[in-house]
């Protein structure tokens, strides 16, 4: 079997107010090449614009990949790495009833399957160049 190809992610959301409109931004990186994907809402929350950025990013790989996927937000990392085998257990509901975003979750356990994937946190704001890069990009989404 041949080695799966490596991808590097950077995703961001952007709320504002929260809840209000807002954006999201995802920088895929794979050797020499880079794709940039945006996109916002009317009404909305950070929250769901930062799965939203995840989801869009992956369903954008063409075939199974190892993907290093890097996000600011506590909530999408610790979700996707810690709390979404209960979730999944319970038949996507928390312990203390429904599961915020529920739609999103399930559409991003979906759009992971095939992929080895690597989930990093990163401090948002502290000058890592392609996290500031599509912070700057969802703040964008928020205006158009």
Known sequence: MSELETVTIYTDGACDPNPGSGGWAALLRYGKHEKILTGSASETTNNRMELTAAVEAFR?????????????????????????????????????????????????????????????????????????????????????
Do not use: F
């Open 60 to 144: 954008a790989l063409k075939r199974p990949c190892r993907v290093i996927i890097y996000t600011d937000s506590e909530y999408l990392r610790n979700g996707i790495t810690r709390w979404m085998p209960a979730w999944r257990r319970r038949n996507w509901r928390r312990k203390g009833g429904a599961l915020a975003n529920v739609d999103l979750w399930q559409a991003l356990d979906a759009a992971i399957q095939g992929h080895q994937v690597e989930w990093q946190w990163v401090r948002g704001h502290v000058g890592i160049v392609d996290n500031e890069r599509v912070d700057k990009l969802a703040r964008q989404m928020i205006e158009k």
